[in-house]
């Protein structure tokens, strides 16, 4: 093995790892921002609108 495989490597990983937990902070941040809350009670509360019928 080389050092620039090496190196390579380290970095890919590196960046694979400060990656993935910036996107799950950014998803945790949407997630519980205050202004989205309406939004996913809506799409909460769909399904059990009266106008979801079964088909006659």
């Not at 998803?27 to 809350?37: A, H």
């Amino acid at each position: 093995m080389s050092l620039a495989h090496d190196t390579a490597v380290w970095f890919s990983k590196s960046y694979g790892l400060f990656y993935l937990i910036g996107l799950s902070v950014a998803v945790l941040i949407y997630t519980y921002w205050p202004s989205n809350k309406q939004h996913f009670d809506k799409a909460a509360d769909s399904i059990l609108r009266d106008e979801d019928r079964p088909w006659r």
